[in-house]
């Protein structure tokens, strides 16, 4: 526990300093008081981001999170800007938005007489404007997805959120630990699991784990699945995975879930997380073929689903969950496209290399053992290439010229 928590206080110390070099960075010119706001959804939640501009510099931030009940961007910010400014300290003569609202001038109206000079809202179009624009929209996707890994505001609700977890999945005992696996493809020799782990609720990163697909060929994902289902349940008792699970999560839908559920033990609840139409969490489907909805699958908004009457407490344990399966299924996406794209770049490294006359598979890994990547191989000279053992002068000769050439290489 107390290794857990150094390691948080190092990361935020970490996250503070960056923050500070990117105040120390001039985004702008003309050293004009300007605000950048951002914004970011998930569909359960958003996120509204404000960078602050002033002499040049980004000298602070505002963020705030607030429900996600469907509907335009347009509708948040706005909200967001009648709320926010209504009781700020100092309104800037220049707003920055993400997107046009249709009322900014009674907008405008309203900031001005907040103020004794005249508000501007606008989009920017091109420049450093618009390139304040993206980073104010990086800074909220970033946010919010910190956020939802750190399950919101309140640690009872994130409990909660587990005893409702593990009433639903038929766990008969508290949800400690979580994993959950996802399949990427990026062709068929770039195939990769992902094994990510939650414990109580929380990423525990050191636990993730990759797998590379080896018992067949092509693109299938129930077998892929199957594959590294199987390879993990074999080492249920080995230390080096941790603790055995409480509950095993599935990047799919009914027939992923049907696939591996005779490999999983009886005391291991088993479901899968299911999608809407535009890949966002949608609910859960159990082994039975039972789906848990959270979300509407109205393709116009994809709201949080509220039955008519439901209780604030009752709504707020479902917008847990969902928080909770968000985090879960984009965390276990993001660790297994890692490996698919570091699998990617090392195939288009062996086959550039093995281009050049001479050079095999044995000589690829003779010049990438001397040299620091394919940058330091470009790099060197024809003496330092001589000199590695059981290169022959003709291949070293070659390899010179082939990145010394009157063409562009492309250098990954």
């Known amino acids: 526990l107390k290794i857990k928590l150094l390691c948080r206080v190092l990361r935020d110390r970490i996250a503070a300093l960056n923050k500070l070099r990117a105040r120390q960075i001039i985004v702008s010119s003309d050293r004009k008081a300007r605000d950048v706001l951002g914004l970011a959804r998930n569909g359960s939640e958003v996120c509204m981001q404000k960078l602050e501009v002033r002499e040049g510099r980004i000298n602070g931030y505002v963020q ?6 469907g509907g335009e961007d347009a509708a948040y910010l706005k909200a967001f800007i009648l709320q926010h400014y209504n009781s700020t300290a100092l309104i800037p003569g220049e707003i920055l938005l993400p997107i046009k609202l ?5 907008i405008e109206s309203y900031l001005t007489k907040l103020t004794d ?41 994130l ?23 996802d399949i990427s493809n990026l062709g068929a020799s770039d195939r990769a699991g992902s094994m990510v782990v939650f414990q109580d ?26 594959e590294v289902m199987s390879r993990r349940i074999k080492r249920l008792s080995d230390e080096e995975f941790g603790q055995r699970p409480d509950l095993i999560l599935v990047d799919g839908g009914l027939g992923h879930v049907a696939k ?14 299911v999608k809407d139409e535009r890949h966002r969490t949608r609910g859960l489907v159990l082994p039975g073929g039972e789906i848990v909805e959270l979300r509407s699958t109205d393709q116009d908004t994809g709201y949080l689903l509220v039955a008519e009457g439901e209780q604030e407490d009752l709504r707020a344990l479902r917008m847990g969950l969902l928080r909770l399966l ?64 059981g290169l022959p002068n003709k291949t070293a000769q070659a390899v010179y010229d082939y990145f010394n050439k009157p063409h562009e290489v492309d250098v990954i």
Do not use: W
């Open 260 to 273: 591996i559920e005779p490999l999983i033990p009886q005391d291991i609840s088993l479901a899968g997380i």
């Open 326 to 389: 968000t985090a879960i299924q984009d965390e276990a996406h993001r660790f297994a496209k890692r490996l698919s794209n570091s699998k990617t770049k090392k195939r288009h490294l062996r086959l550039l290399l093995e281009e050049i006359p001479g050079v095999g598979p044995a000589t690829r890994r003779k010049l990438l053992e001397n040299f620091e990547g394919l940058t330091g191989i470009a790099a060197a000279s024809l003496a330092e290439l001589k000199q590695v053992p």
């Open 117 to 157: 000079y005249k508000v501007k809202m606008f989009r920017p179009q091109r420049g450093a404007k618009v390139r304040l624009i993206e980073m104010a929209a990086r800074n909220a996707e970033e946010a919010l997805q910190r956020y939802t890994l750190m399950g919101g505001k309140s640690a009872t609700g």
């Open 201 to 226: 609720g929380r990423p525990e990163r050191a636990s993730y784990r990759h797998f590379t697909i080896t018992s067949f060929e092509g693109i299938d994902d129930y077998s892929a699945l199957y």
């Open 102 to 106: 249709a009322d900014s001038e009674l």
């Open 159 to 181: 409990e909660l959120t587990l005893k409702e977890l593990a009433e639903i999945t038929d766990s008969d005992r508290p949800l400690h630990r979580i994993e959950a696996y």
């Open 64 to 69: 705030s999170f607030t429900e996600d009940c």
